[in-house]
T-cell receptor, first 115, second 114 residues
Framework: DVKVTQSSRYLVKRTGEKVFLECVQD?????MFWYRQDPGLGLRLIYF???????EKGDIPEGYSVSREKKERFSLILESASTNQTSMYLC??????????????FGPGTRLTVL | GDSVTQMEGPVTLSEEAFLTINCTYT??????LFWYVQYPGEGLQLLLK???ADDKGSNKGFEATYRKETTSFHLEKGSVQVSDSAVYFC????WGGGSEKLVFGKGTKLTVNP
């Protein structure tokens, strides 16, 4: 059974803290994605990666960075958490080169609260 | 850039009612189109997809037809169940600059009452 796992389901942090969100996939996918999900705004792409050590900015990269040291793991980093980063964070992965047949597989999400 | 617009929610229906969730898109060319579903407390999962004009995607009693002339991909189900309560996202596939990604609508929350 294919699986994308995220390190925490719920996380509470304080303003100014450095926060790491981890995502691991076991499907040998090249593409990995980080989204944030907010009511009324849907899913917005933060960063994505199509290979180890490669990263591309999505639509809302400000305040975030990412790391992809291994193919199966994609980390989202909040260098200095702020209250406006309170959100649900979703990780996803897909095959590279699958073209328009590509399905993205999602993790269960991490609900982050920044106090 | 490409974009997806879907009907505002929330949508509340009684069990066995007919469901339509509208989705229209703006894109260059003819992208593949998807519906994803998010059940409470879970991540998104693919519900159905269509890769070219006039294709019909179907799964679990849900259907959507790729209409090029109206740039639409409306989701329908003839008889909803309580277990269909979820958030539904319309999305299109976008490729450019050597990378691939999905562009999502804002989601429509469906609640089905017994």
């Amino acid at each position: 059974d294919v699986k994308v796992t995220q390190s925490s389901r719920y996380l509470v942090k304080r303003t100014g803290e450095k926060v790491f969100l981890e995502c691991v996939q076991d499907m040998d996918h090249e593409n990995m994605f980080w989204y944030r999900q907010d009511p009324g705004l849907g899913l917005r792409l933060i960063y994505f990666s199509y290979d180890v050590k490669m990263k591309e900015k999505g639509d809302i990269p400000e305040g975030y960075s990412v790391s992809r040291e291994k193919k199966e793991r994609f980390s989202l980093i909040l260098e200095s958490a702020s209250t406006n980063q309170t959100s649900m964070y979703l990780c996803a992965s897909s095959l590279l080169g699958g073209g328009s047949y590509n399905e993205q597989f999602f993790g269960p999400g991490t609900r982050l609260t920044v106090l | 850039g490409d974009s997806v617009t879907q009907m505002e929610g929330p949508v509340t229906l009684s069990e066995e009612a007919f469901l339509t969730i509208n989705c229209t898109y703006t894109a260059t060319g003819y992208p593949s189109l998807f519906w994803y579903v998010q059940y409470p407390g879970e991540g998104l999962q693919l519900l159905l997809k269509a890769t070219k004009a006039d294709d019909k995607g179907s799964n679990k009693g849900f259907e959507a037809t790729y209409r090029k002339e109206t740039t639409s991909f409306h989701l329908e189900k003839g008889s909803v169940q309580v277990s269909d309560s979820a958030v539904y996202f319309c999305a299109l596939y976008e490729w450019g600059g050597g990378s691939e990604k999905l562009v999502f609508g804002k989601g429509t929350k469906l609640t089905v009452n017994p």
